[in-house]
């Protein structure tokens, strides 16, 4: 089934794991049930990448909200999923260090080869970096995104885009772990591809408060299931 919401000048594409209800965004696990797919900062030891990445492998399936959500001083060396854990918010210590997308491409594949691909794509260029998001979120693949800002860098997924009345991308739709969780829409903040002067050259935006950001695309990550 695919998402598109229409009105007179646009569409809105959303990826189609998506669900939402009552209780917000969700997805499906395999066994049927509906699950939570955003991760708040705060609820695990781990960088803003690392919160994307991991709502990735739970829109695609590999993992349940409650593989990541619930941890403690312990893993589980026999499953693939505790030994990622593992790897990322302990023998790495992203969470007081910081994180960088070709360390998380690493460790994902180091600790879940068998069960994802991953596709780490950096350059100067945004354009390049947003042809692949236009061709990655209509399959259906959620996208994690680092956004350059004055002063520093942001990671939050794409889930979706907007598109204008020619068919050109307006807006990319994204779940972001610094913003609480939406519970009346698929997403919870957004990158205006609208260009404006200056270096940074589009707006961002969450529900959190009423501030903007000017950002820059930078870095993605793709994950897929295998």
């Known amino acids: 089934m695919i998402k598109l919401l ?11 794991c998506l669900y939402l209800n009552e209780d917000g965004v969700r997805v499906r696990a395999k066994n049927g049930r509906f699950q939570q797919v955003h991760l708040r900062q ?17 829109c695609i399936g590999v993992v349940k909200y409650n593989d990541i959500a619930v941890y ?9 999923i505790e030994r990622l854990k593992k790897e990322l918010f302990e023998l790495k210590g992203l969470h007081r260090d910081g ?7 690493q460790n994902l594949e180091k ?13 100067s260029d945004e354009q390049e970096i947003l042809e ?4 990655t979120i209509p399959e259906d693949i959620p996208v994690v995104i680092s956004c350059m800002f004055s002063g520093g860098a942001h990671a939050m997924l794409a889930v979706g885009m907007e598109y204008d009345d020619k068919g ?7 779940l972001d772990p610094d913003t ?32 903007r950001s000017r950002v820059k695309l930078y870095e993605i990550l793709v994950i897929s299931g295998k």
């Open 111 to 123: 600790g879940y080869r068998k069960h994802i691909s991953v596709e780490h794509y950096e350059s």
């Open 168 to 174: 050109n991308s307006s807006k990319i739709l994204c």
């Open 180 to 211: 609480t969780a939406p519970n009346i829409n698929y997403f919870n903040c957004v990158i205006d591809l609208f260009k404006s002067d200056g270096k940074y050259q589009h707006y961002y935006f969450n529900t959190k408060d009423n501030s």
């Open 72 to 80: 403690g001083n312990t893993y589980d060396k026999r499953y693939g």
């Open 132 to 135: 692949i998001i236009n061709k």
């Open 42 to 58: 705060g609820e695990l030891d781990g960088a803003c990448a690392v919160y994307s990445a991991f709502m990735a492998l739970i």
């Open 99 to 105: 994180n960088n997308f070709k360390d998380i491409k």
């Open 6 to 16: 229409h009105d007179i000048m646009r569409t809105l594409k959303i990826i189609d």
